[in-house]
């Protein structure tokens, strides 16, 4: 286990320098003048070329990557190109919002798919059943900004019952009807892909020759259920998990737009917006960072859980 992890963890260091690498090249590539963006709009060539001096414009491209990879490795991302501010603390203040709503939602989402998993597992082929696959499967086609509409309009515009926007609140933590609505959207998907998981990994596992074994022991089959054959049902829902909380911390772009919650989503599209590449730059080193830890601790648990399903390779 401990070669495995470290072989992981050198794989993922080098693919996050790749990714920062990409992305350094990418907006280099972008149109436009970093130095012209600060000067404003009727900017003075002697402006000009005093800022490009002090951001090092001027210096080879390979130096420049050089200084970003040394400087991010400590924590610092540079400066904002539209304030005078930080780009870790831009990244910082907008980081808890799509913490804590990717947090409540994997709080509810591994409980609840889990539980309605091995119900439609437990009656496979009755009612209960389908009605969960028909259910699951028609939830997971509808994409999450159509779902999203959906919920404002009924819930909050129609019926009242909840705000249609983060707008007004202090804070998310202060005012908690903001979050109900965000996270039955951001729920719906991944709840329906992990049942199915647990569901098929369930069938398969109540059908093994170990959990068969166990029952000839005088296991009761509660016990044979949950403890041995849930552990191995879950391992491939595990790393569907991790992939789900990656997009939750990456992806939730659309999700905040709708809501009008300040998390890192509604960050990255005001400084595509303002062509601020520092910010963007720091965004895409947190969370290619983010997907490689996520990513790393669900292989780690997953084999683990399922050990057997190791072996040989």
Request: proline share 6%.
């Amino acid at each position: 286990m401990t070669s495995y992890v470290l072989r992981r963890v050198l794989l993922g260091v080098v693919q996050v320098v790749l990714v920062m690498t990409a992305v350094f090249f990418l907006t280099e590539a972008l149109p436009g003048d970093a130095a012209v963006t600060i000067a404003g709009d009727n900017p003075d060539p002697a402006i000009i070329a005093l800022l490009r001096e002090q951001l090092g414009l001027n210096e080879p491209a390979w130096q420049r990557l050089g200084g970003w990879l040394l400087g991010a490795l400590h924590g610092d991302f540079g400066q904002s190109l539209v304030g005078p501010r930080a780009v870790a603390d831009i990244i910082g203040a907008a980081l808890g919002p799509t913490l804590l709503l990717a947090g409540l939602t994997l709080a509810l989402l591994v409980p609840l798919s889990v539980a309605l998993g091995m119900l439609a597992a437990h009656r496979e082929g009755g009612r209960i059943d389908r009605v969960v696959t028909g259910g699951t499967l028609g939830l997971y086609s509808a994409p999450e900004f159509a779902m999203g509409v959906l919920v404002v309009t009924v819930f909050a515009v129609q019926l009242g019952w909840f705000p249609p926007t983060a707008v007004g609140s202090g804070s998310l933590l202060g005012d908690p009807a903001v979050l109900v609505l965000p996270v039955f959207v951001l729920l719906l998907r991944p709840i329906c892909s992990l049942s199915r998981l647990v569901r098929a990994g369930m069938i398969d596992a109540q059908r093994a020759e170990y959990v068969r074994h166990v029952r000839r022991l005088g296991i009761s089959p509660v016990r044979a259920r949950f403890a041995h054959a849930l552990p191995n049902a879950i391992a491939p829902a595990v790393q569907q998990l991790a992939r789900t909380a990656d997009w939750l911390i990456g992806g939730v772009i659309v999700i905040e737009a709708i809501f009008v919650i300040p998390g890192l989503g509604t960050t990255l599209v005001e400084a595509v917006s303002a062509r601020d590449l520092p910010v963007i730059q720091g965004l895409a080193v947190v969370l290619a960072g983010t997907t490689v830890l996520v990513n790393l601790a669900a292989d780690i648990a997953a084999r683990g859980l399922a050990p057997a399903s190791e072996v040989g390779r």
